[in-house]
């Protein structure tokens, strides 16, 4: 074996090992995804929120009614209207809600839509909770159909009631949102914030539509 001397073992000290262009790029890569990952799943992750609901049973007691023959002339209208839009209706048990409820069937339904009443709760899991909500539900349901003829789905959400009704909202994609309001005065609002005021500027996936309460003494729309 031949003897190295200082000046050879000075040089081979010095002297860096060859790197693969291909590992370096490779490790380069690596390092960029993984760096793109913390930016990405760190917010998403943050912003998580738990979602529970639970949908509700409705009565079918009134079948539908039998689509009519359409013209020739309404054949562009017959698509949308044989199609049937999504209503999404906010509702409690309070009168400002279901005089909502009441306009939205007057001016807003007609027949082959479909109303998707919802309802924020505190815990899907109580079940006093849903069988009041039930109850409620199916009042309203029935109304629906004699009125309008129009069949329902409902569903109660665990949450806030604005974020729910916008939740749904994105879920649904309807061509309305209705909400009430609960009779509160502009500073009231302000201060203490409302649902609708929330739906009116968090809810993107449809327009929404706020009715006013009813004042004491108002007659029933329905």
Same mark, same amino acid.
């Given at each position: 074996m031949a003897a190295v001397n200082e000046t050879n073992f000075k040089i081979l000290l010095t002297q860096k090992p060859k790197q693969n262009n291909h590992?370096?790029?490779?490790?380069?890569?690596?390092?960029?995804?993984?760096?793109?990952?913390?930016?990405?799943?760190?917010?998403?992750?943050?912003?998580?929120?738990?979602?529970?609901?639970?949908?509700?049973?409705? @009565?079918?007691?009134? &079948? @539908?009614?039998?689509? &009519?023959?359409?013209?020739?002339?309404?054949?562009?209208? #017959?698509?949308?209207? #044989?199609?049937? !839009?999504?209503?999404?209706?906010?509702? +409690?048990?309070? &009168?400002?809600?279901?005089?909502?409820? +009441?306009?939205a069937l007057i001016h807003l339904c007609r027949l082959a839509d479909t109303i998707h009443l919802v309802h924020a709760v505190s815990s899907v899991n109580n079940?006093?909770?849903?069988?009041?909500?039930? %109850?409620?539900?199916?009042?309203?349901?029935?109304e629906a159909l004699e009125v309008a003829m129009v069949r329902s789905e409902a569903r109660i959400v665990e949450g806030d009631a604005g974020k729910?009704?916008? !939740?749904?909202?994105? !879920?649904?994609? &309807?061509?309305?949102?209705?909400?009430?309001? !609960? %009779?509160?005065?502009?500073i009231q609002s302000v201060l203490h914030g409302s649902v609708s005021e929330y739906c009116f500027h968090h809810c993107k996936s449809a327009p929404v539509i706020i009715v006013p309460g009813k004042e004491a003494g108002d007659v029933s729309l329905i």
């Open positions: 590992q370096k790029e490779i490790f380069h890569f690596s390092d960029f995804s993984s760096k793109q990952k913390e930016k990405t799943m760190e917010p998403v992750m943050e912003n998580e929120e738990h979602y529970s609901w639970r949908e509700v049973k409705l @009565p079918s007691s009134i &079948p @539908p009614s039998p689509e &009519p023959e359409p013209e020739p002339e309404l054949e562009r209208e #017959r698509g949308d209207r #044989r199609r049937g !839009r999504d209503i999404l209706i906010a509702v +409690d048990h309070g &009168p400002n809600s279901k005089h909502a409820f +009441d306009w079940e006093i909770v849903y069988e009041t909500s039930q %109850g409620m539900m199916e009042k309203l349901a029935v729910v009704i916008c !939740r749904e909202a994105e !879920r649904l994609k &309807p061509a309305a949102v209705v909400v009430g309001t !609960r %009779g509160r005065s502009l």
